[in-house]
């Protein structure tokens, strides 16, 4: 737990560094486990995002609004269609995208694991893109899960002693494996499984920490 709460202290001070210095990135963001990403995040939601507005706020703030229809919730609560806000965006060819804050294209499946929208609304995927996992269909049509790090440590950390209690058997085997490689796709069912047992071992309670919030607009959770 305490070792959760620092990751998300180390976050957002990334957050706040890269906005004063105008040259965010991801080198500056905490690696955390996939037991880390669970435990800190607020939502974890399987959707598919429908649409893609960017805004510019009041003070100048870029901002990208995603639409999702979400297929399932597995922590929080989202409805049928989720509205998500996050910093950066682009204007013609201005483009203001932090590096390392994940950019969502229209059509595409995403498992998310969302930080609690700050006080105007913006939010981010936890560890930025670490919690963010697109959701591929192969030719065989089973269906597997990256972030934008291939997975890389994911798995890293983890209490499998616990965990591999909550597991199916044949899911045990084919997290091993993953395991002893560190890093590549996961198979989406395998990886929901692993979601479940996780939060199955997460003490319920309030959001540790929001990410912070730059937009300058009212007060609003939502678009």
Known sequence: MKKARLNSVVLILAVCMALATGQPSYARVAAMNLAQIVETAETIMDGTCTEVEYQKTDNGTRVTVYTFRVHHVYKGNAGEIAFIKMFGGRSQSLVAQPSGIPVLRKGKRYVLFLYPPGDRGLTSPVGWMQGSFLVRTGPDRRMTVANALNNQNLLKGVRWKEVEEKLCPANRL?????RSQNEGPLEMEVFVDLIRALL?????????MKPPDTSGEPSSRSR
């Open 174 to 178: 084919i997290l091993a494996r993953a």
């Open 200 to 208: 199955s071992l997460t003490p319920r309670k309030d959001p540790m």
